[in-house]
């Protein structure tokens, strides 16, 4: 069965410092891979996301993230963060078996970034 | 970029009452919708894939009866908890996935707050 897991639930940072959240998956096919953000009060929104190709994959707001295949990884890293980075951050796989499309969602980071 | 409305927002209803969520596309079309339920501190469980002119296809132990799910439209997809109870309150968002293969994005309604009383 597909899965991922994200181990940081919860991570406090100081402004500036840098930050890596990581995201590892379970699926022995082709993923596509995504980190959605949730700011509070408001919707999912996407970050970034990796089809194909160079796999490191720049996104929004100066995040990035790179797949280690090897790994089953697709870690999230920002070289310094700031206090509107205060978040939720929630990492997804989605498998294609078959023509059906199937999604999983990380359980989520909150991330709180101290002034 | 894409834009997902979902309405309502937020709705109480007694217990027995059945409640239609709406996920609408407002500048695309999405052949393609999901359905998920939130519940807090836990991530996001996908309850279903929605897909235009077809059937909804149903995650392992999601009761198609109770959650009835028709996508009669390219842009709208509803979701109807039928005889809700407490247990099913919860948070429900949806997603419409746009683009073409390879290059698929989805983008989330901003969700549904369902109170069962």
């Known amino acids: 069965a597909q899965s991922v897991s994200q181990h940081n639930h919860h991570v406090i940072l100081s402004e500036a410092a840098s930050l890596e959240l990581g995201c590892n998956y379970s699926y022995g096919g082709t993923v596509n891979l995504f980190w959605y953000v949730q700011y509070p009060g408001q919707h999912l929104q996407l970050l970034l996301k990796y089809f194909s190709g160079d796999p490191l994959v720049k996104g929004i707001k100066g995040f990035e993230a790179e797949f280690i295949k090897s790994k089953f990884s697709f870690n999230l890293r920002k070289p310094s963060v700031q206090w509107s980075d205060t978040a939720e951050y929630f990492c997804?796989?989605?498998?294609?078996?078959?023509?059906?499309?199937?999604?999983?969602f990380g359980t989520g980071t909150k991330l709180q970034v101290i002034p | 970029g894409a834009v997902v409305s979902q309405h309502p927002s937020w709705v109480i209803c007694k217990s027995g009452t059945s409640v239609k969520i709406e996920c609408r596309s407002l500048?695309?079309?999405?052949?393609?919708m999901f359905w998920y339920r939130q519940f807090p501190k836990q991530s996001l469980m996908l309850m279903a894939t929605s897909n235009e002119g077809s059937k909804a296809t149903y995650e392992q132990g999601v009761e198609k009866d109770k959650f009835l799910i028709n996508h009669a439209s390219l842009t709208l997809s509803t979701l109807t908890v039928t005889s809700a109870h407490p247990e099913d309150s919860s948070f429900y968002i949806c997603s419409a996935r746009e683009g073409t293969v390879g290059t698929y994005g989805y983008t989330f309604g901003s969700g549904t707050r369902l109170t069962v009383v």
């Open positions: 500048d695309f079309q999405a052949t393609t």
């Open positions: 997804a796989v989605i498998s294609n078996s078959g023509g059906y499309q199937k999604v999983t």
